[in-house]
């Protein structure tokens, strides 16, 4: 009877694989049954064995335990399966790459990259504001990637999710992960100057820290894409290759009017701290903070990566861009993730993690050569 429970409050769980989360903790537990599915296989594995040895329920169990093992496989399976036809459709935008690696591996989602740690150094880059600094363990002039956190513009810091930092030192570029100026105290574009503020302090200190100035590009997290996006599409910046949104919302106008669910999270709230009022109150700011609005035929190349899955910033958001991009003949590309939610990248090593990094190496490896 307990394997019996056991198994059907799995079977619950792995429901998170394939729909999207109704709450915010469930959306937190989305993020491990999708990126840590392989514990949340093998666990249901252990339960269906179990079976062998039980008497009452016995065939219950075992069917409810395999419809539930097949759910928890479904976001591996679909990574491989994204994984075979991605390298092809990057090649196809970015042109091939010989010593790129596959996008996905069973053995790195279980045994992980096995990198080697790469300290970061502190810097205050304007007033009290810092960045954390990840060199680069290639040697000479490298690229630098400045890397904006998330934390719906209110929250987060230069520490979040600090792995990809380390993996893009390990492969030749400088990370900069800035710290900005949060709402509701701080406004866009505040932060957005910030980044102005940070790129410039980086382009001083160049020849200490060895980068290429010539080399720079944007990399935000759901608020932080925001911020990335507009500082790349509002005006030029000379050395500036390219702008990378990880499920960032690009179009605040068309967000506000299709708010998040209230019981993930009240992104119209979240909107109006940032911007200073609600649309109705301050349309213009929304329209001067929608990355979408400034794009045109001289915006830098752009990689968009969103999941179908998203509960807290709309998947419709990278659709829109993408076609905003397409229209105005910018080379960029979409990386779209059908299982993945908000935040999938949390794990590095996980079926989104993976294929995610994946792009955003080919991504760099072509605006930078």
Request: glycine share 8%.
């Amino acid at each position: 009877m307990i394997r019996l429970v056991l198994i059907i409050i799995f079977l619950l769980i792995s429901l998170l694989a394939i729909f999207k989360a109704p709450t915010y903790h469930l959306w937190l537990l989305a993020i491990g049954v999708a990126e840590f599915a392989w514990i949340f296989t093998a666990i249901t594995l252990v339960l269906l064995l179990s079976g062998f040895f039980a008497g009452k329920y016995q065939l219950a169990g075992t069917i409810l335990g395999i419809i539930t093992l097949i759910i928890f496989l479904t976001p591996i399976v679909r990574a491989w399966s994204e994984g075979r036809q991605l390298a092809a459709a990057v090649d196809n935008t970015f042109g091939n790459d010989p010593s790129a690696k596959a996008p996905f591996s069973f053995a790195t989602m279980i045994t992980g990259n096995h990198l080697k740690e790469v300290p970061c150094k502190t810097f205050n880059y304007h007033s009290s504001l810092h960045l954390d600094f990840y060199p680069s363990q290639s040697e000479g002039l490298r690229p630098c990637v400045i890397v904006i956190h998330g934390g719906s513009w209110s929250s987060g810091d230069s520490k979040q999710l600090p792995e990809l930092n380390t993996y893009l030192a390990n492969t030749g570029y400088h990370v900069a992960s800035i710290n900005y100026r949060l709402a509701p105290a701080f406004q866009c574009p505040l932060p957005v100057e910030d980044v102005y503020a940070a790129m410039e302090y980086l382009k001083v200190h160049a020849a200490e820290l060895k980068i290429d100035t010539s080399n720079f590009v944007l990399l935000g997290r759901s608020a932080g894409a925001q911020i990335a996006l507009l500082a790349a599409y509002r005006q030029p910046i000379p050395g500036l290759k390219g702008v990378i949104d990880f499920y960032g919302p690009a179009d605040m106008v068309w967000g506000y009017s299709l708010p998040a669910n209230p019981w993930v999270m009240d992104s119209r709230k979240v909107m109006e701290n940032y911007l200073g009022g609600s649309y109705t109150a301050v349309p213009k700011n929304y329209e001067a903070s929608s990355p979408i609005e400034f794009v045109n035929k001289n915006t830098v190349p752009t990689l968009i990566i969103h999941g179908e899955h998203d509960v807290l910033v709309a998947y419709e958001h990278s659709t829109r861009l993408n076609k905003k991009l397409s229209a105005n003949g910018i080379k960029h590309f979409f990386l779209s993730l059908p299982w993945a939610t908000h935040g999938f990248d949390y794990n590095l090593n996980g079926p989104g993690g993976q294929l995610s990094t994946y792009t955003v190496e080919r991504f760099l490896h072509y605006v930078t050569q």
